[in-house]
């Protein structure tokens, strides 16, 4: 926020609770909330800060309005439209139009625009193509949008974009915010799984060498259970010398070239996560280094807010 962010996306409701009590009020749920005992805590929520919730059915809304109202209070409330990704979200036109204008009329919310997340194109290989499908599922968004104004409703948030297409989404005519957030620290999937180049790696996950079995191998005392290997596999940084063959639930079996077979049992290694996202879930703490520099211990208190 103090580089200039307007706000925070979070996942989970749980999360925009520790958001709020770390004084970050304006946090984006990207989520749909539904259930009487988190509409309360919604509730709760509201009387602290100003989050904005998506919907993409009006019974999500209608409990937030009974909620809210009785509460005395307003919450704003974002459509989410289906921009092709298959997953939530209400379709693009006019059946998103009639959803906002219910919602609108709805007591203790406040109508504040429209969502969409392109993420069924992150993994585009060919630069050109992904930028051109990326540009038309955010016009299906913005456009969207002009509906919206043109039928007299508010529409002052255009929220897309995550890791995987924020350089392609931050140029789109017409989006105010982007919902990006892992590629703060990069990993596999976002380097070679979205093609993302320019970014240093800034999340690893330092190991033990615990066993060498074969020339060929070694083992690691981290496997599933300390970090994310099934949406890419890890990679060991700085040593293209060695390959994350595979992980169990507590061991990483590495293989290794023979410019690496020298590694000795007790060596570390540090390991970039297939995917972060999955691997921040896993840990306490994060340790913030400069250089060789422990800097900061920062509790991960967002975990297991999964509700
Ligand atoms: C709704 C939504 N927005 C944005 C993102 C992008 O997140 P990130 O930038 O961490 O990849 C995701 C990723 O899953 C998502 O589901």
């Known amino acids: 926020m103090a580089a200039g962010a307007i706000g925070v996306t979070c996942a989970k ?84 139009v009639a959803l906002a204008r219910r919602i609108h009329e709805l007591p203790g919310l406040t109508l ?9 194109l992150l993994t585009l290989e060919d630069g050109d193509e992904k930028a051109d499908k990326i540009q038309a599922a955010l016009k299906v968004l913005t456009g969207t949008a002009d509906q919206l104004r043109k039928a007299g409703l508010p529409c002052d948030i255009v929220s897309c974009g995550g890791t995987g297409s924020f350089k392609y989404a931050v140029r789109a005519p017409g989006i105010t915010e982007i919902q990006a957030g892992g590629g703060m620290f990069m990993d596999a999937f976002y380097r070679h799984g979205c093609h993302i180049s320019d970014w240093k790696y800034a999340l690893t996950v330092l190991t033990t060498v615990v066993s060498r079995p074969a020339p060929d191998r070694a083992i690691i005392d981290a496997g599933r259970k300390t970090m994310d290997g099934w949406v890419h596999k890890p990679l060991v940084f700085g040593r293209d010398d060695i390959q994350v063959q595979s992980l169990s639930a507590e061991h990483g079996s590495l293989k290794l070239e023979p410019s690496a077979q020298n590694l000795r049992i007790g060596d570390r290694l540090e390991i970039i996560p297939g995917y972060s996202d999955l691997t921040c879930v896993l840990h306490d703490n994060f340790l913030a280094f400069r250089g060789d520099k422990l800097e900061a211990v920062w509790p991960l208190e967002g975990r297991g807010r999964l509700q």
């Open 13 to 96: 409701l749980g999360e925009a609770e520790v958001m709020a009590q770390g004084g970050v009020l304006d946090t984006l749920i990207a989520n749909l909330i539904v259930g009487p005992k988190k509409v309360a805590r919604l509730v709760e929520l509201r009387r602290i800060a100003d989050p904005v919730v998506c919907v993409d059915h009006i019974d999500q809304a209608a409990a937030f309005s009974a909620a809210m109202s009785q509460a005395g209070l307003a919450l704003r409330v974002i459509v989410e439209v289906d921009i092709g990704l298959g997953r939530v979200g209400v379709a693009a036109g006019e059946s998103a």
């Open 112 to 120: 504040a625009g429209i969502m969409g997340y392109e993420g069924h």
